[in-house]
């Protein structure tokens, strides 16, 4: 049995689902009066972050055995503080108020059912009712002497949820928690910092924390104060050679060098900082793009920026070319790409409608760590954790926890869906196999360089990483890949690897794909539920595929879209018909957000400009008409222009307009010589669904086109006798030499 030291955050959740309460008799009921629908028996309260991390694998079994797997060692900050109060006596005495036990007691499930609405208060479990194989120890007991301005609580999370339609929806969540008030230079909270080093080193000592009685630590951190570089450096200094694995809701945090030292097995980036990763144009444009697949089927690669990535981060939290750790980003619920040494694996499920209301992230990180502690090899008779050894087994460890974290988050989801089951059974446990697998040489630990033929001691084509790569790097030089299939080497223009910022818009320059990524990223956020208004200026040349963009956005994130044109408008009146029909759309729609698109912004209504009419919707959501007040619900709104307008003066109202786009201005370049190329594939495979294969020298036709997409759809709109799948130069009545036949080597298939 391992002992597992966990590290982290640990967070009480209390999850509770309403329905509306009519009451003639209730005072004081506010804009919204609810009535709890859990019966009791039914649970309501549970563990988040580390805690939820710790009970899942205190569950996790091996096969058909009733003993745990994991012996659990729990490391955090709860509620601690020291009193005086008197004893039988009526002496003074000092008592410690301690949310140990409470946390303990609630590794056990039945614990877990009483924390409801049948009893005001809970006492913890103690002796021999306690969960066995747990021991949990409050760092603010190494703190609290010499910082006692600091309160250390237990953070709650309550959450309220309201059942609509049959589902939960979430109506509100409010957080009690006490932050340190140290900072740490990213600006986060932190409770162990450089004067508390020795500190916690004797706290370490002191409940034997050490290399003798550990064989795993793991971090689980959601910035709340407990991880910090010098929490860190310490557990290196102290546990270099145990395997680590990190889980931590910061991109890139300042302690992830110090990783360096110890022998990390997992560095997972889950959702939120996967996210963190795509604000603000910071480090990449995606993580994950989508592959044409049969119908019924979803298929993905990572992205070019997304390997450089993952290589960085691997080279940070291992410098050893030897020791790789498996590196894993999660970009949201269901999602996953994966790489160890000269192996990637990318799946994307679906996943149940009710899985965003539990801790999907924690279950699926919870079951990577368990499946790969189980692994084992025998090194001078002792039983040590190994590597995994090929590619098969990675994607094996992967669709395992991926299985898990699905049918964990639906059972935990069942207290919410069905608060009135008498007897709820236990959330799904982990079920750990061990076999032995054959070993297969590890293919050679390369940087990404520059196009190789792929090493033929990967196991699998879709396993090499560098071979991946590879093709990336001929998709951005030149569009052409080539690939060996069935023995025959065929040349792809794969349209999809254009597409990463915004599925379906080509985009490679990089500048531009992280604007569009950003933007992209604002819109599905504001999907999701925030409540104020969401605003972009996007300037581009005529006929450069503005309203196009604006059906990408609307489709990846699941916006109902209104287009308007400026030029088609007469007088200010028109402009409030717009507004009108914006609001009767939002009151039809019900709770589907909006995006409002209105082209040609910089023209002139009526000979003048209109930047004025927005101002008042923009800033307080409302916009007049004979003189009575219209409430406009928050919307995206989208304006665009063929030239940035530069004039200053009052009259325009341009600068008071620029204030209040949340988003800014987007300056979209013409596209570059390689991006005609992939729209050019792509507006043929629009135009003609059923070509296949385009000549190279077609493609260098669009190459050379000059101007704008509009230029380009001409081009395409021009082709002649366009059959069997195909397109030539032979299909432009512009070329002199289009009947000279092109072989068969100069086509190139399009995906």
Not at 105 to 131: H, N, T, V
Request: glycine content about 6%; overall charge negative.
């Amino acid at each position: 049995m391992k002992n597992l030291l966990i590290v982290g955050d640990w967070l009480v959740d209390d999850n509770w689902l309403t329905g509306a309460h009519r009451s003639s008799t209730s005072l004081r009921i506010g804009s919204r009066h609810q009535r709890a629908l859990h019966l009791p028996g039914c649970p309501v309260q549970a563990f988040c972050g580390a805690g939820r991390l710790a009970s899942i694998l205190h569950d996790a079994r091996l096969g058909d055995s009733p003993d745990p797997s994991f012996t659990i060692t729990g490391i955090g900050v709860w509620t601690y503080r020291k009193e005086l109060v008197t004893d039988e006596q009526g002496k003074p005495i000092e008592a410690i108020i301690d949310d140990t036990a409470l946390l303990h007691s609630m590794f056990d499930f039945d614990f877990r059912k009483k924390q409801g609405p049948s009893s005001l208060s809970s006492e913890p479990l103690i002796g021999d009712a306690l969960p066995k194989n747990v021991i949990l120890h409050n760092i603010a007991e190494c703190l609290i002497t010499k910082h006692a301005e600091e309160k250390f609580t237990t953070t709650r999370v309550y959450r309220v949820f309201q059942k609509q339609e049959g589902n939960p929806v979430l109506l509100s969540r409010t957080d009690w928690e006490q932050p340190p008030k140290k900072r740490d230079t990213q600006g986060a909270p932190e409770w162990v910092c450089n004067d508390d080093r020795e500190d916690f080193e004797g706290f370490l000592r002191k409940h034997g924390i050490n290399a003798g009685n550990i064989d795993a630590v793991i971090v689980k951190d959601l910035i709340k104060g407990v991880v910090s570089w010098r929490l860190i450096d310490v557990l290196a200094r102290e546990l270099p050679k145990v395997p680590w694995f990190v889980s931590t809701k910061r991109w890139k945090p300042t302690w992830l060098e110090r990783l360096g030292g110890v022998d990390v097995r997992l560095f997972l980036v889950p959702p939120v900082a996967a996210t963190d990763a795509l604000s603000h144009g910071r480090d990449l444009d995606s993580w994950i793009v989508s592959v044409p697949a049969p119908p019924g089927s979803e298929a993905a690669k990572p992205t070019k920026a997304a390997m450089q990535q993952l290589t960085e981060l691997e080279r940070k939290v291992c410098p050893d070319d030897q020791k790789m750790p498996l590196v894993a980003v999660s970009p949201g619920e269901g999602s996953v790409l994966a790489k160890e040494k000269g192996w990637f694996v990318v799946e994307k499920r679906k996943t149940a409608p009710n899985l965003s209301l539990v801790g999907w992230a924690t279950a699926f990180f919870a079951a990577l760590c368990a499946h790969l502690l189980s692994k084992e090899e025998d090194i001078n008779g002792e039983k040590k954790v190994r590597r995994l050894t090929n590619g098969e087994e990675l994607e094996q460890v992967i669709s395992q926890s991926l299985d898990f974290a699905n049918e964990w988050s639906t059972s935990e989801a069942e207290y919410l869906v069905q608060p009135d089951k008498e007897d709820h059974d236990k959330p799904a446990v982990v079920e750990l196999i061990v076999g032995t697998t054959p070993s297969i040489p590890d293919p050679p630990t390369t940087t990404p360089r520059e196009p190789s033929a792929p090493s033929p001691s990967s196991p699998k084509g879709k396993y090499d990483w560098t071979a991946e790569y590879n093709q990336w790097v001929d998709a951005h030089r030149t569009g052409i890949i080539e690939k060996t299939e069935k023995g025959e080497k065929r040349k792809y223009l794969d349209l999809w690897r254009a597409m990463t910022a915004l599925p379906g818009y080509v985009c490679l320059e990089s500048a531009k794909c992280q604007q569009l990524s950003h933007l992209a990223n604002a819109l599905r956020d504001f999907a999701k539920g925030i409540d104020r208004h969401q605003a972009v200026h996007v300037v581009a040349s005529p006929g450069s595929g503005k309203s196009y963009l604006v059906e990408c956005l609307a489709k990846a994130s699941k916006l109902r879209h209104l287009v308007f044109n400026v030029t088609h408008l007469n007088g200010r009146e028109d402009i409030i018909s717009c507004f009108d029909t914006i609001v009767t759309t939002q009151a039809s729609e019900g709770n589907r957000p909006l995006l409002v698109f209105f082209d040609e912004i910089n023209a002139l209504v009526a000979g003048h400009h209109v930047y004025d009419a927005f101002l008042s919707p923009l800033e307080e959501s409302l916009y007049v008409r004979g003189g009575q007040r219209f409430h406009i619900k928050p919307c995206v709104w989208m304006f665009a222009g063929t030239e940035d307008e530069t004039i200053a003066e009052s009259a325009t109202k341009y600068v008071d307009f620029c204030s209040r786009l949340t988003e800014g201005k987007i300056a979209l370049a013409d596209p570059t010589q390689l991006e005609k190329l992939y729209l050019g594939a792509q507006l043929v495979v629009k135009r003609f669904p059923e070509v296949q294969r385009i000549s190279r020298g077609a493609l260098d036709l669009f190459q050379e086109v000059k101007g704008s997409v509009r230029e380009l759809r001409f081009k395409v709109d021009s082709l002649q006798n366009v059959q069997g799948g195909r397109v030539s130069k032979a299909n432009f009545p512009d070329q002199k030499d289009g009947l000279i036949e092109e072989n068969e080597n100069d086509f190139v298939d399009v995906a």
